[in-house]
């Protein structure tokens, strides 16, 4: 089983792409589930179809669902919101008080991305591609297992024989597992979209790094809608086409030069008529993959963190694709680092054997955070 998530600035065509590589799937006799945890749905209509919260099949191997986050909150989470509150009043906490901690943002992502893993497990699918929201509301969904988790773990203690109490530690226990399937490189990988404009690509070397302090394995890049090739054409529209594809093809050097090495990049050009429909998906994935496997083959995944032994204690790298652009921060808390890059935090565990270290100070460059860690006296 593979589970491909595509995000990417809003408006760069991942539905599109993402509903293409589900329909090349398909057509080579792989069972494939494309759905849709996008709120602006528009799956249907890339395979001119209709679709609900139920999979339904699209063509030969091909099946296609949009999932429907409201309905999913207004039957799960506000049980359980409403058990929490009950607990956390029982506790001594006021009305109020116990109503602000019940208060989840981004829930509804959380239980789309359930839904996303009930239909893997469920389903007869060899592969589940998903066609996931723009790439910041992507990033809050990725970043909800670790958050939720932390959350119910601030929760005050509980007698965990309470009716409320199961209900705390299987949400909890479910939570845990999207995480961990979220960065199973073997199960889930992300593809990222973008169209070559230097603000678009400059969002997509973000999400690189963000999603790698996740943990979370990116094993390719799709640029797409680029300008035909003007060939031998003269006048006005073939010099506009001429320059226009030489600006894209100055974003995409850029890209190759600033970390995306180890990815597989691909390339698709601009349609003259919107794609709709099986066979101009599959003319779509023809350009995108070839004869070539949709899936990519193994996404290389590198250790987040390396250490090297050095004569004052001990260098730890961080391995994280940053630009000179960047804005890193660090710190020590307990015994994590605090990581921020370009606003995105996580606290990442210190091996065991390096927390009674001092942290000492740090660089960065193309290859992520060096940070000096001195050995106890």
Request: glycine fraction near 8%.
């Amino acid at each position: 089983m593979r589970v491909l998530l595509f995000t990417g600035k809003g408006g760069v065509g991942k539905t599109t792409l993402a509903a293409a590589t589900g329909a090349c799937l398909a057509s080579r006799g792989r069972k494939t589930l494309v759905v849709s945890t996008d709120p602006a749905h528009s799956l249907a209509d890339a395979v001119g179809g209709t679709l609900t919260d139920e999979p339904s099949e699209v063509d030969s191997f091909l099946y296609g669902a949009q999932i429907d986050a409201r309905a999913l909150v207004d039957d799960a989470w506000d049980t359980l919101r409403g058990e929490l509150r009950t607990m956390l009043s029982g506790l001594g906490l006021d009305t109020l008080d116990a109503e602000e901690l019940t208060v989840l943002p981004g829930v509804d992502e959380l239980l789309s991305l359930g839904r996303v893993r009930r239909l893997a497990d469920e389903g007869p699918w060899e592969n589940v591609v998903v066609d996931c929201g723009p790439t910041a509301e992507t990033l809050r969904l990725l970043a909800l297992p670790e958050a939720v988790t932390g959350y119910l773990r601030r929760l005050p203690a509980r007698r965990s024989a309470t009716r409320v109490a199961r209900s705390v530690d299987a949400f909890a226990a479910h939570v845990e597992s999207l995480r961990a399937m979220l960065t199973d490189h073997e199960t889930t990988t992300v593809r990222l979209v973008l169209t070559p404009e230097r603000v678009v690509a400059a969002e997509t070397r973000r999400t690189l790094t963000a999603l790698a302090l996740r943990g979370i394995t990116v094993d390719g890049v799709i640029v797409n809608r680029m300008m035909p090739a003007a060939g031998w054409w003269r006048g006005t529209a073939a010099t506009w086409l001429r320059t226009r594809r030489a600006q894209q093809e100055q974003v995409v050097a850029e890209l190759r030069e600033s970390g995306l090495t180890g990815r597989t990049l691909r390339m698709v050009e601009h349609r003259a008529v919107e794609p709709v429909g099986m066979a101009a998906l599959l003319e779509i994935a023809e350009e995108l993959y070839g004869q070539e496997s949709p899936l990519l083959g193994e996404p290389e995944v590198t250790p987040l963190l390396r250490t090297t032994e050095v004569e004052a204690g001990v260098q730890l790298r961080v391995v994280l694709p940053l630009t000179r652009e960047s804005t890193v921060q660090l710190a020590r808390v307990d015994d994590d680092l605090a990581i921020t890059v370009d606003g995105f935090r996580r606290l990442v565990a210190l091996p065991e054997a390096l927390r009674p270290y001092t942290l000492t100070g740090a660089e960065s460059d193309a290859r992520g955070l060096l940070v000096h860690l001195e050995k106890p006296t």
